[in-house]
Every structure is written in C-alpha cells, then in structure tokens.
C-alpha cells in the first residue's frame, strides 16, 4: 500500500495569530509592489540620464570633427600625434583610410538609446548624408589604427586613461566618421560615471535586507 506525503501548512491557531499572519502577507505584497514601482521610476530616470550624458558626449565629439575639419590635411595627423604624446583627451582619436570592423556588442535598451541619441545628434550638425558608424565594441575587441591594433598593444599614455576602467572594463564608444575619400576620423570613448557598465541595476541590497528581516520578524512573533 503507497502513502502520499502531503506537507502540511501550519496555520496559527489562535486569532492574534492568524491577524499577524494576514499582517505578513499584507505586507510583502505592499513591499513587493512599492519596490516594482520604485524600480521602474528609477530605471526610467536612469535611462533619461543616459540619453543626455550620451548627447552631452556626442557633442564633445562634434566640436572634435569641426575642429578637425579646420585644419589643413597634412596638418590633421600631426595634431593627433601631439595630443596622444601629451597624454591623449577625453577620447582616443585616430586617422585612417578606412572603417575599422570589429565585432559589435549584443544591443540591448539602453545600448540603443545611447548610439540613436550619438548618431542624431552628429547628423543634426554633420549633415544626415555624412557615411558614419556608432557602435558599442568590447575592450577585448576594440581594434585601433589601420594595422587593428589591440588595446594592450599601445602605449598606456595614448589610450588607457581614455578607454579603461579597471577592474570594470566597461563597453567602448567607437564613432567613425568619413572625413573625405579615404580617410576615416576614428572616435572611441567611454561613457562618464555613473553610466559606464549599461547594465541595468536590480533592488539594492538595503531594501531587499530590510523586507527579509521584517518577514523573519514577523514569522517569529507569530510562531510559525
């Protein structure tokens, strides 16, 4: 003959307890919603925060091109030597004769808020017939120069204050930009704090402590 475990739930026997028990349920479920809400908001804020960093971005990168594109072209590489042997700027810029491929980072929400946010903003003031490409690359992916050089391959002065984060290593912005024929202005950068990672953050871990230690609370007062 088979018997079936059934497992039983207790239910407290006595009226405060199953009022503190309702109390319990009540509460998560407040808990439970007040934190989808919240999360919601704050990644809706986020998500406008980047957008207006990233224009904020592509702009610098504007005033980078039109620099650029004042001066004479044997002057142009020139220019960048001087600024990589000085340290380098905000961003890593290169010339080369044609676009660099590598491979492109998966897109998610926030990846294509950003690049549509870049690429606007460098058309508004580019022309919307300039040949470009924005993209996200990894750090271990990112090709510099005509030679598709990696990353560790330069000197730490040209690119690393400008392209890493360690230990974070974060995506990279690479914007490359036809100039004229055969020669492609190359632009990677970082995104600025907080908004490096692009990844979406969950609860933190205060809120989530602070709903754990209430539920064990209460099941203990009840005497479950």
């Not at 406008?48 to 002057?75: C, F, I, K, Q, W």
């Not at 996200?136 to 992916?141: E, M, T």
Request: hydrophobic share 50%; charged share 15%.
């Amino acid at each position: 003959m088979a018997f079936k475990f059934r497992p039983q739930i207790r239910i407290p026997r006595s009226l405060l307890g199953r009022m503190l028990l309702l109390t319990l349920l009540a509460i998560l479920l407040a808990q439970t919603l007040s934190s989808a809400i919240w999360l919601s908001q704050l990644r809706t804020t986020q998500l406008e925060g980047l957008v207006t960093s990233a224009r904020s971005l592509a702009y610098s990168m504007n005033a980078t091109v039109t620099y650029l594109r004042s001066l004479p072209l044997a002057y142009r590489p020139m220019v960048l030597d001087q600024m990589r042997s000085m340290g380098g700027t905000r961003f890593f810029v290169s010339l080369n004769d044609k676009p660099l491929e590598m491979p492109v980072l998966q897109p998610t929400q926030r990846k294509k808020a950003v690049l549509s946010a870049v690429d606007q903003v460098l058309r508004q003031s580019l022309g919307a017939d300039v040949d470009m490409t924005v993209q996200f690359v990894s750090p271990r992916d990112l090709r510099i120069f005509n030679a598709g050089m990696r990353l560790e391959e330069l000197p730490r002065s040209w690119a690393h204050f400008a392209l890493t984060l360690e230990p974070v290593n974060p995506p990279v912005l690479v914007t490359q930009i036809q100039m004229a024929p055969g020669e492609w202005l190359y632009i990677a950068s970082l995104l600025p704090e907080p908004y490096t990672s692009l990844e979406e953050e969950g609860l933190p871990a205060v809120q989530l402590w602070f709903i754990a230690l209430s539920s064990i609370f209460l099941l203990l007062f009840i005497g479950l």
